[in-house]
């Protein structure tokens, strides 16, 4: 199995080419940094700002908004009052529960407007499946953030065996559970493109209620299936033998109510 990745890439638009070259030019699994932007430019890729006039205007005006919304918790002064720099404090750093409904860092988040995950999975007419990912992360994020986008299991995931997989939604979580290495191991187990995606939701839904994410899963065959909590969703798929992409319209499973999503099964 090859993997290539790079995270936190500084000035260099085409991050998924970088991570291809990593995977076809070197035996390491994932480069990060001003060092992956060296390397980028070693394989011919450009150097390119990367801000525009919306990026610097969407900063400006969170900025004057008093940084809101932002990732950060137990610290001084107030993240949810006002910008940096903090300091940590120590009340409320033992408190592990789930993110609560007004965290600031979860309100609106994710949604269409402040993160840009990408996730594609690819089946050859050999049998052989490629999945990646590209994301520009949360917006507003801690600076030196890395999301699931650039680690493999995370936001994109794929086995000849077995079938692949890709996410989008709260990449911090998505971290923790790994949806997509579970949803294509849970395939490998016997279930169903639609059962597997809903499982991988619900054991993150499971523990963080406020969870909004998604994910579509396809196997060997062909057949494929989305889940997703907090949000409807939508993915696009095409076969060899269709012209144009189908959209697929998920609406989003519950702990109370699982196995809505939906399934086609390819012939």
């Not at 070197?26 to 060092?35: A, E, K, N, P």
């Not at 994020?141 to 994109?156: Q, W």
């Not at 909004?212 to 065959?221: N, R």
Request: net charge negative; with cysteine; proline share 6%.
């Amino acid at each position: 199995m090859d993997v290539g990745s790079v995270c936190d890439l500084r000035h260099v638009k085409h991050a998924i080419a970088t991570a291809r070259a990593v995977m076809d030019y070197t035996t390491h699994t994932t480069l990060s940094g001003l060092q992956a932007t060296a390397f980028a430019l070693e394989m011919g890729l450009k150097l390119t700002n990367l801000s525009t006039p919306a990026s610097s205007h969407s900063y400006y005006s969170w900025k004057e908004a008093r940084c809101q919304p932002n990732f950060r918790q137990h610290v001084s002064p107030k993240a949810s009052d006002a910008c940096g720099p903090y300091q940590p404090i120590e009340e409320g750093v033992s408190d592990r529960s789930p993110r609560p409904a007004d965290d600031p860092a979860q309100r609106g988040w994710p949604s269409s407007g402040n993160h840009d995950t990408i996730a594609m999975v690819a089946i050859d007419a050999d049998g052989h499946i490629a999945a990646g990912a590209s994301s520009n992360g949360a917006s507003h994020k801690v600076p030196g953030r890395v999301g699931d986008a650039c680690v493999a299991g995370g936001a994109a995931y794929a086995d000849d065996e077995v079938g692949g997989c890709g996410s989008t939604g709260d990449g911090d979580l998505h971290l923790r559970f790994q949806p997509c290495y579970q949803a294509v191991e849970s395939m490998r187990q016997g279930m169903s493109p639609k059962l597997a995606a809903e499982d991988a939701i619900l054991r993150i839904a499971k523990h963080y209620p406020q969870y909004v994410g998604a994910l579509f899963a396809v196997d060997k065959a062909g057949n494929h299936a989305g889940a997703s909590h907090g949000w409807i969703f939508q993915y696009a798929f095409q076969t060899h033998d269709t012209k144009e992409p189908e959209i697929v319209t998920v609406q989003p499973v519950s702990i109370m109510t699982p196995q809505v999503t939906h399934e086609v099964q390819v012939t």
